[in-house]
């Protein structure tokens, strides 16, 4: 069965403290990986997209990275701006279309 | 470019009432999803329309259902609604035949009293 796990449930940081947010995935075969971020009261806005071990992708402060059983999401000098809930996803190569999502990592910027 | 569009916002409804929720997708987006997003379970995946047709189905009885138009607008229904059955209703819409960038709309906040 599907399954991803994301890890800590909630983070604070300082603002300029960098740290990373995990994904663990369990998934009959992998078509994607994928990340959002939910800000409160609005639907998950799309960051990145994985397809393969190895791949990275970045934007902004946000960098993506994936290996063969989990994906990490590293936080760069962050700032109060990018408070959020993280959300991590997994699509199948079953021919389903779609998304197993993790419960989200929910992340606090202190200024 | 106007985004995903869901109505209403907010709904409050009593056990055994029933609900349709609607969304409106971006221009040129054929394909539809709906997913279920509550504190404890997070997201979790309803169905999803493409072109009139449903093509996928998530773990959820019978009394979830959902239709897709020839505009790609799309409606979901809940009957005899439970309390369980509260929770924020997602719609996301995309551009090709994939799930692949998901544009999600804010949303429809139902409480079942």
């Known amino acids: 069965e599907d399954q991803v796990t994301q890890s800590p449930e909630a983070l604070r940081l300082q603002e300029g403290e960098s740290s990373s947010l995990n994904c663990s995935y369990t998934v009959s075969g992998l078509r994607g990986l994928f990340w959002y971020r939910q800000d409160p009261g609005k639907g998950p806005e799309f960051l990145f997209t994985?397809?393969?071990a190895g791949e990275e992708k970045e934007k902004e402060r946000l960098k993506a990275t994936l290996t063969k059983k989990e994906s990490f999401l590293h936080i760069t000098a962050p700032k109060p701006e990018d408070s959020a809930t993280y959300l991590c996803a997994v699509q199948a190569s079953t021919g389903a279309n779609n998304l197993f999502f993790g419960t989200g990592t929910r992340l606090t910027v202190i200024p | 470019k106007a985004g995903v569009t869901q109505t209403p916002r907010y709904l409050i409804k009593t056990r055994g009432q029933q609900v349709t929720l609607s969304c409106s997708p971006i221009s040129g987006h054929r394909s539809v999803s709906w997913y279920q997003q509550t504190p404890g379970q997070g997201l979790q995946f309803l169905f999803e329309y493409f072109s009139e047709t449903q093509r996928n189905k998530g773990n959820f009885p019978g009394r979830f259902s959902g239709r897709q138009f020839s505009n790609s607008r799309s409606e979901m229904n809940v009957s005899t609604l439970e309390l369980g059955d509260s929770a924020l209703y997602l719609c996301a819409s995309s551009a090709r035949d994939s799930n692949e960038k998901l544009f999600f709309g804010s949303g429809t906040q139902l409480s079942v009293l």
């Open positions: 994985l397809y393969s």
